[in-house]
């Protein structure tokens, strides 16, 4: 997952941000847009809505840090603080 900041404004507590999703098949990537609030649940969730997935106890996401590190997102905690 790429993370992008969509809005300037620093002192915005609802601040969006666009990740992109790519998945293992090179099938067509998502853009998802989401809060500082926003969980890795979240994210699975709108990942395994988009491809029809209904048992989502079966995958999960990984993303790739500064130093390209790969690591699995945690879905309890926020995406924002995972990614930065």
Not at 30 to 37: D, G, N, R, V, Y
Not at 47 to 55: G, I, Q
Not at 68 to 80: C, F, G, S
């Amino acid at each position: 997952m790429t993370l992008f900041r969509k809005s300037k404004s620093k002192g915005d507590l609802q601040q969006e941000f666009q990740t992109t999703v790519r998945f293992l098949d090179d099938s067509e990537p998502i853009q998802l847009s989401f809060t500082k609030e926003t969980t890795g649940q979240f994210v699975l969730d709108k990942v395994c809505e988009t491809l029809n997935l209904l048992e989502k106890d079966y995958f999960g996401l990984r993303y790739v840090d500064a130093e390209k590190q790969r690591h699995w997102l945690d879905p309890t905690k926020t995406v924002y603080r995972q990614l930065k």
